[in-house]
């Protein structure tokens, strides 16, 4: 066929196929994920053009349907762990099966003791059984520790009693528990002899294995319609009630705390800072998560923009692509550049949690309050980005973004909850700013370290004066750190200072938390800044213009969120007007270096039209016949007359209304 | 029953029925919209509960039912044409009447000669003809100069010819179009004598009147769905093709241009720029629908954040209401002030229009240009603010927003194509850029008027300095004005002499567009602000207390605009960073001012439980047991095992997935 974006793809300053394997992170994962792409975009089972129109429980029944098929797959053809992950990445589509393998199982792997991994594991890698993770309730989300539900433990019988004591005590939410899952870790308050022992998980069976009825004194059931057409519809988001539900006693997660046969509550040696260190893996994936949504945006609206023409046709040539125009491009290619710096600092999360991991087994329990802050923050900052750069994408393809064939709306509905799970965003940040502040208040003693690190040169930066002079030289690393760095560091240490003049710290902490928060993502985007500029520094990019053409990415990154954010720059004194604004000269000399690569740039993603699941963003560009030719299949062009139009329009024309015995 | 709210009422330190007839602009009103409201509220017809769970034949069914019936009691109770603009309001579901009433028929009272008013406008008030707005096509939106349908005059048959000469000429996006109208405005290129001249509106039949079948030569149908479960998706948006369609010549809209019989082109005294006074109509009740959806949106989050409860529990005592939190209200209170502030600058754009209109009959030109780039930049400043503000107004509600039943994504999806049609809010901005830039140039001979007479103190503007030096002094209304006065001028002075560095002004203005739209912004904020002041100094606004808790939203609302764009006032020199700061402390102690105020101030919209459709905001605040009682009525639910777990799931915890011969 004709591939209109022909033309986009000449200008390419850079060898694609390098960009491809630096966005993926290897050669290896390339070729598998491509491999699985190919694999689900080829299978009819996995279309999912018709999902939005489908009613909820066909809707349901097709996702059932998809995930025992991917299952098939992955036994048939002896998919490794990798591939399996990449193919339910591809299938696109939520399903209790997401729970099951990144929380279910985790969950056991992580606070489960090593009998108990040795009986539940193999069941659940086998799905055997198939589990979900049911923290939050009716009541309670943010604070677990204020979750109501309770496991009562009874020495006579050995047993732990799960009751549901009051209607907000009921568990609300979790994916997978609704319809689905046989299993569930529960998390309950802990009584043991009377007394209150705090949260833990349990593992309670739901389901008979047998005929899937919900086991005696267990009430379950969906949730109801979430946002959006298709979207989270898929996952039976569940709700759950326990009457005086009995469990063994072996079934409560014993790898931190152990409960005895005769009631004695034991710490194991295992320390309990262990959980973060499952916090640390679960955010880390979001972070990717949100790259992935953000680049399918970003490729969507980035295609379309350089189809789409509006304006400036002179003696009757062809209008300008939108992508021509400054707003558009100061819109578009810092969402962009964002997708690009999120993928990289995602990478570099997985680094380090590999090495909390490492150093957790070996005792080292120095960097997790920092990996932790990290994390929690990045998942806060990519995922607000994420949620609304999609939204902003759907708007630069002007009207038609609204149509469901768009891929957009789909992608913002589905994509939106994670501001929300794994941690409020608002609520993270909170919990950055501790431990900034935190920081900042032991500087006189304790080196900071990691993303910290720069906090160790705080007086220093208090101090520095930036030197750029001209627009140029912005285009320089060393000098946008710097900045960057002055600006989080002048912000944690005024808000520190001003938390010292309340006589009640915790007062003041609450006062002043809007301005915590903003002191919160100064330190984040810094961490995001630097993290892009160490990938540039690293060997492993290869390939005519990669590194140039990311390296322009990542000044569009910094500059743009400089530019965003000046107030901050100026108001702390870290940069004159006069440099403020020198740094938006430079980032429209850098949006017209963007522009010859911009196709080639969401190319990299490598992603199918499959996956990417739009019209405005199909590879070849052919974006208006697919338009016109999908409209056709809305139920509603069935028949030329609407249904109804005999019943209630008719009356209406001919004035016959009031006449009318048709009850309406 | 009980109301869980009620201890949030008893703190308010206004009279709300006061506030109630504030925000309704009249006793008058208040009683009218009160009394539409409530006949919608009570009759089970009008019931929107189940609209995101039906398919769309059924949901598009259900919607021609409830237009047929609604039209029935207009005119059985022979309601007023303000009453059925309340009514039709409250119905709250996005259908063909809204084009006909709201385009076609001020379409035709605009731009039709009398003999075409009085032949169609009867027709279309009787609804013997329903008619809706064909001017976007596949290829053109945001250009109209570029719509590609054409109309050629055959002066043999007397007679325009219309067609659609290329795929991308097809009409697509006219709501009403798809399903339901026998009548369009169409909007095509005139062609007399082979010669283009300009784009046209004709009244073009489209459906028989008979049985509704298309006209000869049209292809009509529905372009598919759009964003949201039911939202948008009650409307049938069109497409539309004509094969060389004959109309008469007298169905070309000719109160301005005529073609005669003889193929003449003749312009009547009817000045062209009449079209502008419809655009400022049209865009003034666009920003009264902004200033509805956000309070809406507002009024949920703020009564769900003073039922929901999350930390800080002493003793077993009851958590902290999460509208306590500094972060909260700071994402809140805003959005609450902005909502009270479109109220009011859509009351005073109201009053615009109908000034400008009065001018227009006494041929007084001279405020078009400054009414016209004020009501575009207005629209796009609301529209932007509202979408936004509806999704973090989601946001605040965590985890329970997101459901259906939160009425919260419905209100996102069906309101967010309001920054895109009727002008996308960038391009708009663009125009007031234009018109800012062209207001500076002229400084030396023109006094600029209206919402731009600032400018003409621009001289001062650029010098001044602000005198502010406590957090206090900043509750006055007069130096607030003064700040945003000097930085709207300043940038817009600013810019123009960057673009007079240009040998092309246009080439400038390409370049240097995405600093113009910073431009208009503030100019437009400026204006937001202003009316908000104004509206205060009015004598029209009694009750104890009503004027105070106004004056304490209008400051949120400056200062909160002040401390996001901080940037723009410290850049350009208007603010130090020190008052700055004093702002942003003054914001703090707003804050406690609305929040004892704040659940009533939203319940002073006056919204019934129906027209808001939320759980999480009901009236009496019983939310969790509501929530719980609606999970259940979810189909999934309609059965304890699901469709589909004989067939997928079951085969998958027996291992007999691979064996099973069912076809997955
Ligand atoms: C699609 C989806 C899937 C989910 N899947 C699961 C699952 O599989 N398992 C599971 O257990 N749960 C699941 N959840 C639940 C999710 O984890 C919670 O919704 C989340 O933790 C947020 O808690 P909440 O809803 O109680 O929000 P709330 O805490 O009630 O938040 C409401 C508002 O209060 C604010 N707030 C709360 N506390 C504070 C504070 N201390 N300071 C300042 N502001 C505060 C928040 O910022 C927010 O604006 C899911 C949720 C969604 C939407
Ligand atoms: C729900 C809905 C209902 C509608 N109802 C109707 C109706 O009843 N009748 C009708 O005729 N139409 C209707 N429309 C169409 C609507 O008016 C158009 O979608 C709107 O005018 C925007 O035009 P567009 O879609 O061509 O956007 P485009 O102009 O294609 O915009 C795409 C992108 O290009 C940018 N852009 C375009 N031009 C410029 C420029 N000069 N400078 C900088 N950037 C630019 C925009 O900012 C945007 O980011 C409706 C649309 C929707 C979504």
Redesign the interface.
Known sequence: GVDYLTDERKTAQFDIEAMKVAWAGSRETLEVSDRMAKLVANDP?FEKFSR??L???EL??NT??K???A??LI??LGLSEEEAKWLRLYIDEPAFTDLHWGMFIPAIEGQGTEEQKQKWLPLAQ?????GCYAQ?E??????VQ?LETTATFDPQTDEFVLHSPT??S?K??PGGL???S?HAIVYARLIVGGQFHGVHGFIVQLRS?E????VDGITV?????????GA?NTM?NG?LRFDHVRIPRNQMLMRVSQVTKEGEIMQSDVPRQLIYGTMVYVRQTIVADASKALSRAVCIATRYSAVRR??G?RNGGP?TQVID???????LFPLLASAYAFRFVGEWLKWLYMDVKQRLAANDFSTLPEAHACTAGLKSLTTTAT?DGI?EC??LC??H?????SGL?ELF?VY??A???EG???VLL?QVARFLVKTVSELGHKKPVGTTAYMGRAAGLLQTNCAVQTAEEWLNPGAIVEAFEARAARMAVGIAQRLAKFENPEQGF??????L?EASVAHCQLIVVSKFIEKLQQQDIRGKGVRESLEVLCYVYALFTL?K?????????CLS?KQ??LA?DQL?TLYSKVRPNAVALVDSFSYTDHYLGSILGRYDGNV??K??E?????????S??????H???????K?K??LSSAK?
């Open positions: 089972v939005p129109m009613g909820r429980k349901f029944k059932l349907r995930a025992a098929y299952w098939k036994v048939s086998k799905m055997q059984i198939i939050t009716l009541g309670h989300g943010s604070n204020g209607l907000t009921s609300w939410w609704g319809k689905v046989t294995l005929d899937h009825s919900p059931g969906d949730i109801g319609l979430k946002f959006g057409n989270y039976d709700v509006q304006f046709s209008e125009y400054k707003t558009q491009q100061n819109r949620a939204e759907r708007k002007g009207g973004g609204y149509l469901v064939s709306p509905a939106i909850p501001c929300t799970y409020d965003n608002v909170l609450a006062e002043l938390a809007a301005d928060v530019h954010h000046q107030g901050d720059f100026l108001a702390t004194g007007p403020a604004s938006n429209r208006y016949p338009l016109y999908a409209a056709w299949e809305d139920p509603l062009n069935d030329d007359v609407a249904d109804g139009f019943q209630y329009v008719q009356p209406m024309l004035q209304l009031l309406l």
